[in-house]
């Protein structure tokens, strides 16, 4: 079984001081920062790109950046994102032309490879590609903003892609994006996820060491 992870998502950060915010929730128990990149044409809105992933790290920033990629084309992205800095990639498989090439550019550039599925996004397409990936990332909201509602239907979805995963005794881990909070963050972690994406709920609560411990009682 996979530790559980909390990747909180920079996205309802505060911008103008960034560098303190994301390291504030690293030291506040944060594993891992999740980044999510947004093109307004791919989902319609805008965030950050390559050079604010540099910039981070140029801050000393040293943990895990999980970048996902709600950009079309992706392949470009891929490859600026893993020089400036990123160990994870993900990204939707409508937004390019060749999954398993795209697939194959993440391992090539030396990053960890996720496929993002949206909630209208049937789990089939997972099927020629499950074997290649280190992570799948669920999405449970439609894409493109912070702060919405978690889409209760993504919790048998997350029990039947655990299920995919186990019938081929694959290991990649299942990350949960959009609407977690902690009072449902043990549902989505008994349905099977094991990587928590959360924005709203860590950035505009008072206190992030408080309510990331809170989130990580639940696993217990
Ligand atoms: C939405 C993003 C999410 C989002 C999560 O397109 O992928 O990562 O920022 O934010 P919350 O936790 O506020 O739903
Ligand atoms: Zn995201």
Redesign the pocket.
């Known amino acids: 079984m996979h530790t559980p992870l909390i990747a909180p998502?920079i996205?309802?950060a505060d911008f103008a001081r960034l560098g303190q915010d994301v390291q504030s929730v690293l030291d506040a128990g944060a594993d891992l920062i999740?980044f999510?990149v947004?093109d307004n044409h791919y989902?319609p809105n805008l965030s950050f790109g390559p050079m604010i992933c540099d910039a981070l790290r140029k801050h000393g920033i040293t943990a895990d950046i999980d970048v996902?990629l709600?950009v079309q084309p992706v392949d470009t992205m891929i490859e600026a994102f893993a020089k400036a800095g990123a160990t994870m990639i993900s990204f939707h498989p409508e937004a390019t032309m060749h999954l398993d090439r795209s697939i194959q550019l993440i391992k090539d550039n030396g990053c960890k490879a996720g496929l993002a599925l949206n909630p209208g996004t049937p789990l089939h397409v997972l099927d020629c590609v499950l074997d290649k990936l280190d992570y799948v990332l669920l999405?449970s909201?439609?894409?493109?903003?912070?702060?919405?509602s978690f889409i209760e239907s993504t919790l048998e979805k997350i029990s039947e892609l655990k299920q995919m995963i186990i019938a081929k005794g694959l290991c990649a881990r299942i990350e949960v994006?959009?609407?977690?909070k902690v009072d449902n963050i043990q549902s989505i972690w008994d349905a099977g996820a094991d990587m928590f994406?959360?924005?709203?709920?860590i950035f505009n609560s008072d206190n992030y060491a408080d309510t990331i411990a809170a989130m990580k009682n639940k696993f217990k």
Request: negative net charge; hydrophobic residues 40%.
């Open positions: 998502s996205l309802s999740h999510d947004m989902v996902h709600m999405m909201v439609n894409p493109g903003f912070g702060g919405q994006d959009g609407g977690v994406v959360a924005g709203s709920a």
